[in-house]
């Protein structure tokens, strides 16, 4: 997630924002720049990359000023560069913006601004915000933002700096992106993120969504959209820097655990209509382009490899294309039959991952049409593909993918009902539900963060296993794999994730009262045999922790443990089962006192073969 700070006092206010920046590197970004008010004019410098770049050339060219914004950029619209590095100024170079989030209806009002005449420097959707104010400027910079906030779609933090108004700096809130207010004595920060004040100041103002707030040498103000004074208690920060970063949460992971309804919010954002209806418009492959595919070739790694499958079923079943799937790394010696005809899909979170782009290299070749599903803007497979479906998961800093997972299922999700619309292969009602269910999504996996108390008591009770059987069905199958590969991974507990049809093929001899069976029922037309295949494993006194909706009498009678889930559309429901699933392995790492940030052996991003 990108990354904002402000301050205005009588500090060296260059140096103040650097060090600002420097402590919120830890999110993640691509690009840095920063913006001053010099007497009466504006100044800032901006550069891709790493801050160091940044520090280099004011270096060479320091700036001086009373007020300033900085900002650190995660691309989402728009490749890391220079242009395109925040902060974005109007065509006077009166009015310098930051942001972090996602201005949704970008492209509309890019379009009115350039028929009156504005000029744009970068591809971002946040210039647009900077033009907008110019246009409606009339000497208070308060009153401008207050009227463009109400011309924007979106979740954003805001920061607006004016060379016309020095002695104040303007923030918003709207959405989950955070802003905390600084209070000093005659000195006022704000930033995203606690980290970046910590050092000067532990009393903070935190910015609710819908608020403006305003900062002044003298304190700060906040009011609503609508212009309502707010009054807000200043709050102490007992925190240090290394747990602020984490937001108070013990590991990164947990944190992004806990991200994940933002990350579907922000994933869906643009893409899906109030009426569940989807449009992917920035995909960069026409629907023309998309109705001359005859088959789907899908290849990943790990947990994007699940990914994958998830959306194997979901692109069979509503667009009704034959799908083939394999893992990256054998794709590339399993002689695939690509045509001009395969739509490739690769998906892959980091876009660097070696065996995904060598399969990405043999599918071009073949003539293949390739979409990449990706997190990160100007990656090598956002390069490489004809199209790409980002996601916006912002960066992940647990080796472990969570969030990152979850946005790639809902990319999956939106990508089936899109080829399915293009094709007219469902039926309008169904795809209607499913759209629905998406829309819905964000709200069902944050309820399903309540079972981190069942995960917590669940983890105490088999924390000691030495191996643990995952099992689910059609959809939840990818799932099952997706539970076993993150206690895995963190844990060092061996873990198998397998379709539960194939339970009687021959995991069934694993089972006695040592080794449990996680098992993911929750509803859906294969319940039924979900239902048996944990009967077949609690006869064998293998302990059953059960996924399950409420009020399935029958999974919650036959099973040990409960991680209880608010049902869904059953396409749509495994996004939401494997929450408590990666809240049980994080609970089982933790209590095991493994680093589940960076678990042994291995690699955030695998760049060799
Ligand atoms: C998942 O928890 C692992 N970190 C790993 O399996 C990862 O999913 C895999 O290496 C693929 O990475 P990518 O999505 O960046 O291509």
């Known amino acids: 997630m990108c990354g904002i700070v402000g301050y205005i006092g009588p500090r060296d206010v260059t140096g103040v924002l650097l060090d600002g920046l420097r402590r919120l590197e830890y999110r993640g970004y691509d690009s840095a720049g920063v913006a001053l008010v010099e007497g009466d004019k504006l100044v800032g410098t901006k550069r891709v990359g790493k801050l160091g770049n940044l520090e280099e050339a004011l270096r060479k060219h320091p700036l001086t000023g009373t007020a300033g914004i900085g900002h650190t950029r995660w691309a989402t619209h728009g490749r890391p560069s220079d242009t395109n590095a925040h902060p974005h100024l109007d065509c006077k170079q009166r009015i310098a913006v930051i942001h972090n989030g996602i201005i949704e209806n970008h492209a509309m009002l890019r379009a009115d601004l350039l028929e009156k005449g504005h000029t744009f420097s970068s591809e971002t959707d946040t210039e647009v915000v900077a033009h907008l104010l110019e246009d409606v400027y009339a000497g208070d910079i308060v009153d401008a933002v207050r009227k463009v906030l109400g011309l924007v779609r979106g979740a954003y933090a805001l920061g607006v700096l004016s060379a016309d108004n020095p002695d104040e700096i303007v923030f918003a809130r709207n959405g989950a992106s955070p802003l905390i207010v600084g209070i000093g004595k005659d000195e006022m920060f704000v930033a995203s993120d606690i980290p970046a004040i910590l050092e000067y100041t532990r009393k903070e103002l935190i910015i609710q969504e819908g608020e403006i707030v305003v900062i002044r040498r003298d304190g700060a103000s906040i009011t609503t959209f609508n212009g309502e004074h707010v009054e807000r208690e200043v709050t102490h920060v007992a925190w240090d820097v290394r747990s602020a970063e984490k937001g108070g949460f013990k590991h990164f992971m947990l944190k992004e655990i806990y991200e994940q309804a933002k990350v579907v919010k922000d994933t869906l954002a643009g893409r899906l209509d109030e009426q569940g209806g989807v449009k992917l418009p920035d995909i960069g492959i026409s629907d023309e382009r998309l109705l001359k595919m005859r088959k789907v070739t899908m290849f990943a790694c790990g947990t994007a490899y699940h990914a994958a499958v998830y959306g194997m079923y979901l692109i069979r079943q509503l667009a009704k294309l034959p799908v083939e799937l394999e893992l990256a790394s054998e794709f590339r010696y399993s002689d695939p039959v690509v045509e001009k005809d395969t739509l490739a899909i690769a998906v892959s979170q980091s876009g660097e991952t070696a065996d995904t782009m060598e399969a990405v290299r043999m599918a071009k070749a073949g ?38 997972f979850v946005a790639q299922c809902v990319a999956m999700a939106l990508l089936a009902l899109h080829l399915a619309k293009v094709r007219g292969t469902a039926d309008p009602d169904v795809l209607r539900e499913v759209g629905l269910a998406l829309r819905d999504l964000p709200s069902l996996v944050d309820q399903a963060l309540n079972t981190n108390e069942d995960a917590i008591a669940a983890a105490r009770r088999y924390s000691k296993a030495t191996s643990i059987l995952f099992l689910g069905r059609h959809v939840n199958y990818p799932i099952a794999l997706e539970g076993a590969l993150k206690l895995k991974e963190i844990s060092y507990i061996h873990a198998e994730g397998y379709a539960a049809g194939e339970m009687k093929h021959g995991p069934i001899a694993l089972l006695d009262e040592n080794v449990p069976t996680v098992v993911i029922a929750t509803r859906g037309p294969v319940e039924e045999k979900v239902l048996s295949n944990m009967a077949e494993a609690k006869a064998r006194e293998s302990r059953i922790i059960a996924v399950a909706n409420p009020g399935d009498h029958e999974v919650l009678e036959t099973a040990d443990d409960i991680l209880e889930v608010p049902a869904t559309h059953h396409l749509i429901a495994p996004i939401v089962n494997v929450v408590p699933l990666q809240l049980l392995a994080y609970h089982i790492a933790d209590r095991k006192g493994c680093d589940v940030d960076q678990p042994r052996n291995l690699a955030k991003t695998v760049t060799v073969e």
């Open 367 to 404: 003539g293949a049409t390739v979409l990449g599903v990706c997190n990160v803007v100007g990656s090598a497979l956002a390069r490489a593909a004809h199209g790409t479906l980002y996601t916006h998961a912002g960066p992940e800093i647990g080796v472990a993918a969570t969030k990152t």
